[in-house]
Nanobody, 115 residues
Framework: QVQLVESGGGSVQAGGSLRLSCAASGTTFEINAMAWYRQAPGNQREFVGSITSVGRVVYTDSVKGRFTISRDNAKNTMSLQMNSLKPEDTGVYYC?????????WGQGTQVTVSS
């Protein structure tokens, strides 16, 4: 059974930092692409960034230079380091895994940035 579990969300003031983690189980993690998405209240879920199995990363423009995605294939984990947070970064952050067997989502973790 595939399971993605996010952790590390919380509340911070603008300019602060948070580190999110996603722990995967039940998949061939090391060969799958992973990504982070987020959803603000009243908005659609949006792409934040992704990382390939070999560590190639892509970010949406609004987080470039502030967010960093990394992965540890030995531990089946992916991380999202978020620095210089802004109120518009507020939302539920979801871990995504794209595998041959299908697409999988975590349950999400709340990030709240106050001004």
């Amino acid at each position: 059974q595939v399971q993605l579990v996010e952790s590390g969300g919380g509340s911070v003031q603008a300019g602060g930092s948070l580190r999110l983690s996603c722990a995967a189980s039940g998949t061939t993690f090391e060969i799958n692409a992973m990504a982070w998405y987020r959803q603000a209240p009243g908005n659609q879920r949006e792409f934040v960034g992704s990382i390939t199995s070999v560590g190639r990363v892509v970010y949406t423009d609004s987080v470039k230079g502030r967010f960093t995605i990394s992965r540890d294939n030995a531990k089946n984990t992916m991380s999202l380091q978020m620095n210089s947070l802004k109120p518009e970064d507020t939302g539920v952050y979801y871990c995504y895994e794209g595998a041959y067997s299908g697409s999988y989502w975590g349950q999400g973790t709340q990030v709240t940035v106050s001004s």
